[in-house]
T-cell receptor, first 114, second 115 residues
């Protein structure tokens, strides 16, 4: 069974631009969560999607948005990029997203803002 | 709000020896789940072990085991017979209905294996 696939693996952007990251969950998984990982703030939850609906959202500005498609693939968009958005963005999937279910992670997208 | 604390930024152990990584958490809930994840330089977050709070028995996965002390809100990870491939960042995480099912993470412990 294929794991969680995140594309692209690396991305370099400049301030003010926007970016879209993609995540394909494990086949059959319907819940997709996104996390931001930085050296200073550690791992922080961005949002979770389930059946094309955003079910939970972390404490991030509206510049961070996402969506989920009918095949459970998810995209995350960041508009008006700031230097502080430089981070590793991790996507995780699980069957239905309950507390008991472990999340399976992709390799992440490393976003660098110049 | 729930919090997770890992007080050891870095630990080192000799190959083949045993090491224990510490994790404490704060919550007012009685039903929750605790996880240890490993993140090697390849970046992928890998689930090491999971513990249900309602289970008194400590979880074990091969060389990895936990010491779960619910009253003390402590959840340490013991790695036996350490191997070079165990070198990684280890993160303790909490998840519950009260956390809206999101993982609440500790700051991580960097584990170094000395050959």
């Amino acid at each position: 069974k294929a794991g969680v696939t995140q594309t692209p693996r690396y991305l370099i952007k400049t301030r003010g631009q926007q970016v879209t990251l993609s995540c394909s969950p494990i086949s059959g998984h319907r819940s997709v969560s996104w996390y931001q990982q930085t050296p200073g703030q550690g791992l922080q939850f961005l949002f979770e999607y389930f059946s094309e609906t955003q079910r939970n959202k972390g404490n991030f500005p509206g510049r961070f948005s996402g969506r989920q498609f009918s095949n459970s693939r998810s995209e995350m968009n960041v508009s008006t990029l700031e230097l502080g958005d430089s981070a590793l963005y991790l996507c995780a999937s699980s069957l239905v997203g309950g507390a008991s279910q472990p999340q399976h992670f992709g390799d992440g997208t490393r976003l660098s803002i110049l | 709000a729930q919090t997770v604390t890992q007080s050891q930024p870095e630990m080192s152990v000799q190959e083949a020896e045993t090491v224990t990584l510490s994790c404490t958490y704060d919550t007012s809930e009685s039903d929750y789940y605790l996880f240890w994840y490993k993140q090697p330089p390849s970046r992928q977050m890998i689930l090491v072990i999971r513990q249900e709070a309602y289970k008194q028995q400590n979880a074990t996965e091969n060389r990895f085991s936990v010491n779960f002390q619910k009253a003390a809100k402590s959840f340490s990870l013991k790695i036996s017979d350490s191997q070079l491939g165990d070198a990684a960042m280890y993160f303790c995480a909490y998840r519950s209905e009260g956390s809206n099912y999101q993982l609440i993470w500790g700051a991580g412990t960097k584990l170094i294996i000395k050959p």
